[in-house]
């Protein structure tokens, strides 16, 4: 179930609201969360409902026997065994293929007679996500930053919340713990206009914005061989605005009916394209996994208290594991690496004194080499990413008049405008501190309106597939 | 340095902070109230009725203006003209006013329109009527084959049905649910208003004819944009390619590419409800000694190849469903789909998915030779 379809809008929502509230008791109103938020999911595939619920009671009884044992061997034992049933679930769904077809093809290149049989192999949605919020549990409570909760509903309402369930944010239970053990007695009005708002902006960004790009940034990854130096960094351009207007206005919309229903759901995005360095960028880009990698991976890898050169390996390697968790593939994997050399190297000339004092310069660097990153990112393979970026350095020459005439429509073109002045200029969704008059108000019941309007034929999320 | 970090915590989402404790510091901090949470302000309670009733009063207001217009003739209101073309009707009342019957018929959709029966005639010396519509599906004919009986009883039919890869099977079209004739035949299994009607019904597609139906209605008339010579055939037809449609045919084209590249059409649903009225008019047809010819309709080369390069499996199933049928049915196959089979030119088309007159009597001189005598 899309939150951009009228089914979720106007056949799930009401009716989860109405529930949510009107079960004034915490154990039922948990319960009723947990089970719609169990309906939700199962309404993609019911067959990978158990598949959840099992990582769900993994780490419920994990972090319990973690908290009854003070035996450091045992812990670890209870650690290492939570974290390889997540990970084996996630390897196998998410990975066996990939590395299959990895293998096939490194054993035809070197000659060698491996075939092993191709895995077709779904991938439950959102698997990523829920397994990260379980797993960052139970390291928490090996870690002894939280107590765990005995009470089951409060931790399947944790991983199920269907809100972030299928594409974040990643919460915390420190995110929530507070939230399930006293649940808001009833829905302000202040709770209400900040969710309505939430919702309509995430409406707005995803249907109007990222909808709209969609066709004309297809349509250029397409002819990827036929671009010229201006048509690719369009591509490039448009692709990183759907990206961001696509993710961001989801993240909205998961925040919008978290304070809906009584919860309060950490930002996921702070005007990354503002950023004036590639370390802010992650301090603004997905924030909630950027922190749960920095927390989860980079820190225990020793994070940069070992010198610069370990300090470049762990980012390399933090970023290369970020990159592969996006997806099962070598696009993915070097978009990682990419990441990394370049907070690798921009860690060094920090530490060098190297860094331009320039505001403007280093927004405008720091955009383009993000801007090409998500070439990669979102190329079908490596040899059209290859093609677009020379394209972008020039290698593809000038774009002939029939190729600009077909590639960048005037609408298109105005509309990357537009975004580009906006997202380097304009405030975002949590920054905006309106006061709430009618007129506001009816200016967002209108945009959600016309936004709806345009679900006809929605596109699901480009973070679904992660 | 410094400033830069200053400044980059200046642009920080004002609003309460939760800072985290531990080994290192928190650098990446996460604000759970945004900066529209901590207004302190009355009137949230007005800011969120507004919202929702300016939501649902112009979506109310968007549904009912569509329901009143219909344009797409879903829901049956009837007060203006639809903004799709209203040729059952038309066609039926054609098939009325012939003084003799037709040997040969033309059914099919709008990709079979520019078919024109004159030129059958000039090569089969068989008399023709063309009485394929605007999307037109297995009901549309099955309702035309038995209005052509009960209009001609007792005279010999001869059928060319074009169907596409899915074989006509997207159910009956309201116009001829509504049509007199239309429901005699269908023994009331009309459509009704659903819900996902009211999803279209409040979209921008709808909208958009609805305000050209109104503009057409107001400051022109409410006339079909068509017109019909008495034997179905389009009256002023594209007759060849004209160089001024070459970019639109190309923008056309890559559309479509780009469509099917992006969402490959997948194996259709053989669910045998969905081939119900094809297969009760293969039944009524034979049950009347005929025996149709049954032609899959021209794709675009690029387009095409495109299709194959995904594999194509609505055609391999819609294929193999026709082979399955011949166990039951008299009835003979034409593939049109490859145009190179029957010298078909690629710049001939009004668009990538309809062939303009002169390929379409290229196809139709195929279609006569390889009919297996059925025409005759």
């Known amino acids: ?466 | 340095m410094a400033t830069i970090r200053k400044s980059v915590e200046s642009l920080a989402t004002p609003g309460i902070l939760r800072r985290r404790t531990g080994a290192e510091a928190e650098k990446l901090e996460r604000p759970l109230e945004p900066g529209v949470a901590s207004v302190q302000a009355i009137g949230y309670g007005r800011f969120a009725l507004a919202t929702v009733g300016a939501c649902l009063a112009l979506l109310v207001a968007t549904l009912l203006m569509n329901v009143l217009v219909d344009p797409f003739a879903i829901a049956g209101t009837g007060l203006l003209p639809t903004a799709v073309e209203a040729d059952r009707t038309v066609k039926l009342d054609l098939i009325r006013k012939l003084e003799r019957s037709p040997d040969i018929v033309i059914l099919g959709s709008s990709r079979a329109r520019q078919g024109e029966p004159s030129f059958l005639t000039q090569l089969t010396g068989e008399t023709a009527f063309n009485a394929a519509v605007t999307g037109g599906t297995a009901a549309d004919a099955w309702v035309t084959a038995r209005y052509v009986n009960d209009r001609f009883p007792r005279k010999p039919h001869h059928y060319i049905w074009f169907v596409d890869a899915g074989i006509a099977t997207k159910g009956i079209n309201p116009q001829l649910a509504e049509d007199p004739r239309g429901k005699r035949y269908l023994a009331g299994k009309g459509v009704s208003f659903t819900l996902a009607d009211v999803g279209t019904y409040i979209g921008p597609q709808a909208s958009l004819a609805s305000w050209r139906v109104l503009k057409k209605c107001l400051l022109h008339s409410c006339k079909a944009r068509l017109r019909y010579l008495p034997d179905g055939a389009i009256a002023r037809p594209t007759l060849r390619y004209l160089p001024e449609h070459a970019a639109s045919l190309q923008n056309s084209i890559s559309r479509l590419v780009d469509a099917v590249r992006a969402h490959p059409p997948r194996k259709p649903n053989t669910n045998p409800a969905r081939y119900r009225f094809f297969e009760r008019t293969l039944a009524f047809m034979n049950a009347h000694g005929i025996r149709p010819v049954i032609v899959l309709n021209p794709i675009h080369p690029k387009v095409l190849a495109v299709l194959r390069k995904h594999g194509f499996a609505q055609r391999r199933a819609s294929l193999a469903y026709l082979h399955a049928l011949h166990r039951r049915y008299d009835f003979v196959v034409v593939d049109g789909e490859d145009i190179s089979r029957w010298g078909g030119s690629p710049q001939q088309f009004t668009n990538a998915t309809h062939i303009n007159r002169r390929n379409m009597r290229r196809l139709l001189r195929y279609v006569v030779a390889h009919s297996d005598g059925a025409l005759r």
């Open chain 1, 1 to 466: 179930m899309l939150f951009n379809s009228y089914l979720f809008l106007f056949g799930f929502l009401p009716p989860v609201l109405v529930g949510c509230w009107a079960l004034r008791q915490k154990n039922l109103r948990l319960a009723f969360l947990t089970l719609s938020s169990w309906f939700f999911y199962a309404w993609w595939d019911w067959r990978f409902l158990p598949l959840m619920l099992s990582t769900t009671m993994v780490d419920y009884v994990a972090a319990l026997a973690l908290q009854h044992t003070d035996d450091e061997r045992r812990r670890r034992l209870l650690l290492i065994g939570s974290l390889s049933i997540n990970l084996s679930l996630l390897g196998y769904f998410k990975y066996a293929g990939f590395f299959v077809g990895s293998l096939n093809g490194i054993g035809r290149a070197l000659g060698a007679p491996v075939d092993l049989p191709d895995l077709h192999i779904l991938l439950p949605i959102g698997i990523s996500f829920y397994t990260f919020n379980s797993m960052s549990y139970t390291i928490d409570v090996f870690r002894r930053r939280v107590t765990p909760t005995k009470h089951l509903l409060e931790y399947t309402t944790f991983v199920a919340l269907f809100p972030h369930l299928i594409a974040g944010p990643i919460v915390r239970f420190t995110d929530l713990a507070e939230q399930l053990r006293r649940p808001r007695p009833s829905l302000t009005s202040k709770a209400a206009s900040v969710g309505l708002f939430f919702l309509a902006c995430g409406l707005t960004k995803k249907l109007l914005i990222a909808d709209q790009l969609n066709p004309y940034v297809d349509r250029l990854f397409a002819h990827s061989g036929d671009l010229g130096f201006l048509t690719s960094w369009a591509a490039a351009f448009g692709y990183s605005l759907q990206l961001y207007f696509d993710f961001s206005g989801y993240s909205d919309m998961a925040v919008g009916l978290a304070w809906l229903i009584g919860f309060r759901f950490p930002q996921n995005f702070n005007s990354p394209f503002k950023a004036q360095n590639i370390s802010d960028f992650w301090r603004r880009w997905h924030m909630s996994l950027s922190a749960w990698f920095r927390d989860y991976l980079f820190i225990p890898l020793g994070g940069s208290r070992r010198g610069p050169a370990r300090t470049t390996i762990n980012l390399v390697l933090t970023m290369f594991l970020a990159g592969l968790w996006h997806g099962a593939a070598w696009t993915f994997v070097v978009w990682g690496l990419f990441h990394g050399v370049l907070l690798g190297t921009h860690g060094l000339l920090r530490k060098l004194g190297l860094t331009p004092s320039s505001v403007f310069f280093n927004r405008a660097v720091t955009f383009l080499f993000v801007v090409a990153a998500f070439v990669i990112f979102r190329a079908p393979d490596l040899g059209t990413a290859g093609t677009i970026l020379s394209s972008m350095l020039g290698f593809g020459g000038l774009d002939h008049a029939g190729a600009l005439h077909t590639f960048l429509p005037a609408r298109f073109l105005i509309l990357l405008g537009a975004l580009l002045v906006f997202v380097h200029a304009a405030p975002n969704t949590w920054q905006i501190r309106a006061r709430p008059r009618i007129v506001y108000g009816l200016a967002t019941g209108t945009a959600a309106a016309i936004a709806i309007m345009t679900i006809a034929s929605p596109h699901p999320f480009i973070y679904f597939q992660f």
